[in-house]
């Protein structure tokens, strides 16, 4: 559990004592930032799910966020590695009240390049929601079929994609930042499929990139808009 105190601004990492996800592993993390604080969570290192074996249930990571009012909440975990056969079950719910900003970054990396591995079958469903004044505001499901490697390929679901990202902002501002975030993607990238988009007081980057390198420098440039050019947290420069 985090919890920030009011009026305060805090830098917290999340911790895996364990070093990666096994099958059946059941993870709970609760997160609340008090009305008026900024708190800022990473994680030290990319998470590893690893394959499961025979019998195992999916692995299950749930996130809860509360984000007091006038309340700010950057959550930046680095990158989530998928090892073959790996099965993951991970949701994350986000409850904001009245002007409270959310800024939230999820990756996948589908594989251990360094290993030449890829992933011919994945138990996955992924689920964020996102809450203001007790209304859902969104809600995004990914749910890839159990033989992944047809589906990563297939133009209308990955595109060859071998890892993604979703970026999430909501903020009464969102939208202001559409354009800035659509001029740091432009043309710059080589290697990683991009779209943007703005609504209702939220801002959406979808990325899908050639290698897991491709797709933390167009994470970095769309945070660094997002976040008007503060650092990130250290442990994503280790």
């Known amino acids: ?73 950057e959550y930046l975990p680095q990158e989530t590695i998928l090892f073959d056969n790996a099965g993951l079950n991970r949701s994350l719910r986000i409850d904001l009240a009245g002007s409270a900003r959310y800024l939230g970054i999820e990756s996948l990396i589908f594989g251990r390049a360094a290993m030449g591995e890829t992933i011919a079958a994945l138990d996955l469903t992924d689920t964020v929601e996102l809450h203001r004044d007790d209304a859902l505001v969104f809600r995004d499901k990914l749910r890839p079929p159990r033989e992944f490697a047809a589906a990563q390929t297939h133009r209308a679901m990955f595109g060859g994609a071998s890892a993604i990202a979703t970026i999430l902002l909501a903020s009464p501002d969102a939208a202001s930042f559409l354009d800035a975030v659509r001029d740091a993607l432009s043309g710059r990238n080589p290697g990683v499929t991009a779209g943007v988009s703005a609504w209702n007081g939220l801002l959406l980057v979808r990325l899908l990139a050639q290698t897991g390198a491709a797709l933390r420098v167009a994470s970095l440039r769309v945070l660094s808009v997002l976040r008007q050019d503060r650092p990130m947290p250290r442990v994503w420069g280790c």
């Open 1 to 73: 559990m985090v919890r920030s105190e009011p009026d305060t601004a805090t830098t917290a990492i999340l911790l895996n004592t364990g070093g990666g996800i096994a099958g059946g592993d059941v993870n709970r993390i609760d997160i609340t930032a008090a009305p008026r604080t900024a708190l800022t969570l990473s994680s030290q290192g990319a998470e590893r799910i690893y394959r499961a074996g025979i019998g195992d249930l999916p692995s299950r990571i749930t996130t809860r966020i509360a984000i007091g009012a006038a309340a700010t909440l």
